[in-house]
């Protein structure tokens, strides 16, 4: 296939995952609507320098995110598409970083099938069409360290310096977390590796720390010094060490928790990626696996080890590892495609072989999902469709067919966009329907006076987003004595709460009426759109009854 061929196709492929609507959707999930209120409130405040939430210091993460998200409102709107931005374009930096990355280290051929498979993966999907930083902080983080790996093993240590740069943009990011990914994976390749000993320690690490201090210092000191211990504790203490370190929601430690969500996230290459883990170890112990792929396995290995140690976890916490484990498919899918069967490349070839398997089972069973338990348009069944008819494509051809591998995956690529333009034209359409906390949002901010204190009252994970809709600050009340002294205090209240709460206010005595009611989703995943679902729940706006 002809090089501009290819381009196009990985454009349309970047353009459906990214971009397509992606302004579309509303927010329900509460990191969205934090994110997306803080820099819009930098926006509007003109303070470039310390975040706020709800017109209140917020310490939650650096501040090179809010800065990007907020230019992403000053082009596109102080709305979801503005909020959504900066998470689509750095993903389209980390894409051109593993493909250029492929190319240095291993092949032009290596590199393009590697972005292909990120661009197409699940979680650049999902995040890349999310208004948080995780996306951004991978983007930066990992050209950095891309940029070290290229100055160590290809002998080109000038690229060392910008490396630096893009490693502490990731601190001003989110934080000192890119230091513990960065140390650690130099540390387990120092040691898994003479040759990768001697390159490694070649480099300017004191050097490259100042560099690092350099670019994310300033912000961190200007924070302590403006707000002194409130920063230490809600960042330094609250952010980071209690994060890693404390149970905060009393969840059972489960040690394999990351490597499966590494293998969902992985589909339907996760066979290709075991395969030729397989292969590497034993060409580690026969010592002859080279120093890149050494490089790529030490990345993967710090940030599993390093999260799953953490006591705190989020399924996207993992998501830098997945520029290397494409590039270790690549290389495996190449292998297989131009290596005659041999003993060292078996696991690479038997995890070929899964790929196809696991399209037919993701297509029947995704279709008999959508049939039996979803509430989705019929047209919506032509995902699975193309799911299955691609998994027995390639199921024919890697396990019956004489013919060597593509040189891409193109089959299986084109169902997974496929798949992804059914998320985006019907199921997230069917879940919007159900939100109704951003209506609710605008009927109070068109409905109430300027000077009307606003609340929400156990509102839960619905609490971030009402804050975005109404555009005001909101007082979030836990506690039944706390809404009552809100109800109470002069002057006009509004307040949004579900019907159980305003029958349990109600009847403790405190003075209510309803101005406003919808019925909708209470639950902010994907259960909201199961055919047999949950009794709707009635979101109330309710403001201080009147005595008679």
Known sequence: MRLSVRVTALAALLFVVLFWQLGSASFWDPDEAIYAETSREMLRTGDWLAPYYNEQPFFDKPILFYWLQAAGMAIAGQNELGARLAPAITAVALVATTAWLGAVLLSFEAGFVAALLLAASPPVFALARYAILDMTFTAFLFAGVSLLAVAALRDRPHLQWPGYVLIGLSVLTKGPLALALCGLTFVLAIAASADLRRRLLALHFVAGMLIVVAVAAPWFVYMWLRFRDSFIAGYVMNENVSLFASNRFNTRFDPLFYFRVLAAGLLPWTGLAVGRLWDDIRAFRARSLDSTQIVFWCWTIAILGFFTASRFKLDHYVFPAAPALCLVCARAWLDVRAQAPTASNAGSRIGAQTIGPVLVVAGTGGGYFMIARLDLPNPAIIAPVVMLVAGIIVTARVSFGRRALPESPWVTL???????????????????????????????????????????????????????????????????????????????????????????????????????????????????????????????????????
Not at 474 to 497: L, N, T
Not at 532 to 543: G, M, N
């Open 414 to 548: 084109t169902a997974m966009a496929a798949t992804y333009a059914a998320v985006i034209t019907w199921v997230l359409p069917a879940l919007e329907q159900r939100k109704v906390i951003p209506d609710v949002g605008r009927w109070v901010a068109s409905h109430a006076d300027p000077r009307a204190h606003i609340a929400t009252y156990r509102l839960n994970r619905w609490s971030n987003a009402f804050r975005f809709y109404v555009d005001r600050q909101v007082s979030h009340v836990d506690a039944a004595d706390e809404a009552r002294e809100f109800i109470e205090a002069p002057g006009a209240v509004y307040a949004v709460m579900t019907s159980q709460y305003y029958d349990e206010l109600t009847a403790q005595g405190v003075p209510l009426q309803i101005e406003y009611e919808r019925e909708g989703m209470w639950v902010t995943s994907g259960r909201a759109l199961w055919r047999r679902r949950e009794t709707p729940t009635r979101f109330l706006v309710v403001s201080r009854k009147m005595s008679e």
